[in-house]
């Protein structure tokens, strides 16, 4: 079982909020994602990392903004909750790719239990 | 533009049943296709990983396939269990930036009954 940790598990919390959502992983890998997923849906890629002191915006915009100061913490937060960031968000980690030949390393990533957040 | 695309949406069965989950994709240049596990409020957890050149990989009673020529995989379940129940999530990978950006699927929803 990996070992990426998230909390809170889940979160409700009233508009206008500050929040932060919580990211750590023991694995010392190197890139870290979040992710964006609502029901029946798939998952958005919204923030990652190639290491500490990097962070970029991913595919689907998000007013989130994350942080990289240690290599096993990678926060989120959002400064003024609203009702349409309700989702849950999974933080995930992976080991940096490597490439020989034709063949890419897996590059799998590993993903955290996710938190449920409700914007009332 | 790259997609992956999932079916059946969802799915029931009877436990003791066999079933095979289709995924699609267009995503280019290709790397690797994996198969995930999400029981509801957790995270996916990974099944089965398989590169360009494996067109098997089987893990316990999962077994996937890959044809990279019609870019297409399934995953099939045999003699499902209750603790099947979850969704199973196609996720493609491009080897066209270091990121190695992974390109997820809406799922298919299993549902097994006793």
Same mark, same amino acid.
């Given at each position: 079982e990996a070992d990426i940790y998230q909390t809170p598990r889940y979160l409700v919390i009233g508009t206008g909020k500050k929040i932060t959502l919580e990211c750590s992983q023991t694995?010392?890998?190197?890139k870290m994602y979040w992710y964006q997923q609502d029901p029946g849906m798939e998952l958005h890629l919204i923030h990652y990392s190639y290491g500490v002191n990097s962070t970029e915006k991913g595919d689907l915009s998000s007013e989130s903004t994350v942080s990289r100061i240690r290599t096993e913490h990678f926060p989120l937060t959002l400064e003024s909750a609203r009702p349409s960031h309700t989702s849950q968000y999974l933080c995930a980690s992976s080991d940096a790719a490597s490439r020989t030949g034709d063949k890419s390393s897996y590059n799998e990533q590993f993903f955290g239990p996710g938190t449920r957040l409700t914007v009332l | 533009k790259n997609q992956v695309e999932q079916s059946p949406q969802s799915l029931i069965i009877l436990e003791g049943k066999n079933c095979t989950l289709q995924c699609n994709y267009t995503v280019s240049p290709f790397s690797n296709l994996r198969w995930y596990k999400q029981d509801t409020g957790r995270g996916p957890v990974s099944l089965t990983i398989m590169t360009f050149s494996e067109n098997t990989k089987s893990n316990g009673r999962y077994t996937a396939t890959l044809d990279a020529d019609t870019k297409q995989s399934s995953l099939h379940i045999t003699?499902?269990?209750? @603790?099947? @129940?979850a969704s199973y999530i196609c996720v493609v990978s491009d080897r066209g930036s270091t990121l190695g950006r992974l390109y997820f699927g809406r799922g298919t929803q299993l549902t097994v009954w006793p």
């Open positions: 694995m010392g890998h190197d | 003699a499902s269990q209750l @603790s099947d @129940s």
